[in-house]
């Protein structure tokens, strides 16, 4: 069960350019690409991370090594903290979503420390953190696996609890040979998907119905976890074991009519906007998993038709066996992607 994200600090929590930056404040100097080049080589930057010596003797290495750029070195020592330009859209107001939800946050990254200047500059993006460890003060880069232990040790985190997300591959492998869950970072966005669709897996593994587990992960900002679980509880089994409508997607209809459904009596066109949108949510539904129907998806992964105590009301014990056998988890992780795309793509008209 996921408890905890750990959180990149470039590309994830700040935005940075090198290149722009840089390229704007020695305009006028020479060979101003060669030494963007440079300083942007993964070599570089691996050097200034793990800083196994001091950033000041780090410089002045730098200017004996290129002697004819110890201007080019003196800007960017001096205007180091301007290649930050701003905050990654949307994941300050996802950070304090988590952290009101009960998550624990934490940072890992690769970064000089110089970072600490950045951190002061942004004090709104590092204030939810729990705890932060920055490559530099332990002369460990991602992806070496002892960062990620380093981390947990620091922390008295689980790894198998962790959620590590990053924005460069090799690093997303590298948290996941640690033992940890990963994702490579596009936007807020996506990484809320990616932590709706572990809430919705994490909740069926503990023993709640399909239809509980989708709809309390899609629950945020309608209702709450509680109420979720008491509303979606009778929908399990394809509606209480009759093995009718799907309870992964009766968990997103659920949803939908919190999203689009009328309050006043006669609001036929609030009504139709909240059918719909079930009937665009059951479509892609059906386009991916091929049916809608409990009994069909079952019979379909079992290959033939069910036997009778598959519609009795008494639950199957949750085994190992019960989880390889079943194509819940399946249908509950496409339930909970297909209903946030398609209120992001609605709403952002994308």
């Not at 942007?40 to 950033?55: G, H, M, N, V, Y």
């Not at 690093?171 to 640690?178: L, M, S």
């Not at 719909?276 to 079952?298: I, N």
């Not at 085994?319 to 297909?338: D, F, G, K, N």
Request: proline share 4%; hydrophobic share 40%.
């Amino acid at each position: 069960m996921i408890k905890n994200i750990v959180l990149d600090f470039g590309k994830v929590l700040l935005e940075y350019d090198f290149k722009t930056t840089m390229g704007s404040l020695l305009k006028g100097l020479e060979d101003v690409e060669e030494f963007g080049e440079l300083v942007t080589s993964p070599a570089f930057l691996d050097i200034c991370d793990r800083e196994a010596i001091p950033w000041n003797e780090r410089m002045a290495e730098m200017k004996q090594k290129y002697p004819a750029w110890v201007k080019h070195w003196e800007i960017f020592d001096q205007n180091y903290t301007t290649i930050v330009r701003s905050e990654v859209p949307g994941m300050k107001e996802l950070m304090h979503q988590l952290k009101a939800e009960g998550y624990k946050l934490y940072g890992l990254s690769n970064w000089c420390s110089r970072v600490h200047e950045v951190i002061a500059k942004y004090p709104q993006m590092f204030e939810p953190l729990d705890g932060y460890l920055v490559s530099s003060e332990v002369h460990l880069i991602k992806p070496e696996k002892a960062i990620y232990d380093k981390l947990c040790e620091r922390y008295g985190l689980k790894a198998e609890e962790c959620l590590f997300v990053d924005d460069k591959q090799p690093n997303v492998n590298g948290a996941i040979a640690a033992g940890m869950e990963a994702v490579l970072f596009t936007t807020s966005y996506e990484l809320e998907k990616e932590i709706r669709v572990r809430e919705a897996r994490d909740m069926f593994l503990q023993g709640y119905n399909c239809a509980q587990a989708v709809a309390c992960a899609l629950s945020h900002g309608y209702t709450s976890k509680d109420e979720a679980l008491r509303m979606a509880g009778g929908f399990g089994g394809g509606i209480g074991r009759m093995r009718l409508t799907c309870g992964a997607a009766s968990g997103m209809f659920m949803m939908a009519g919190y999203e689009r459904g009328q309050v006043k009596p006669n609001d036929n066109a609030q009504k139709m906007e909240c059918y719909k949108l079930v009937q665009a949510l059951a479509a892609d539904f059906k386009e991916q998993q091929g049916s809608m129907t409990c009994a069909e998806l079952l019979a379909a992964r079992a290959g033939g038709t069910l036997p009778p105590d598959k519609y009795a009301p008494k639950p199957d014990e949750r085994t190992a066996a019960y989880y390889q056998e079943r194509p819940c988890l399946r249908m509950i992780t496409s339930a909970v992607r297909i209903y946030m795309d398609r209120i992001h793509r609605e709403k952002c008209g994308c």
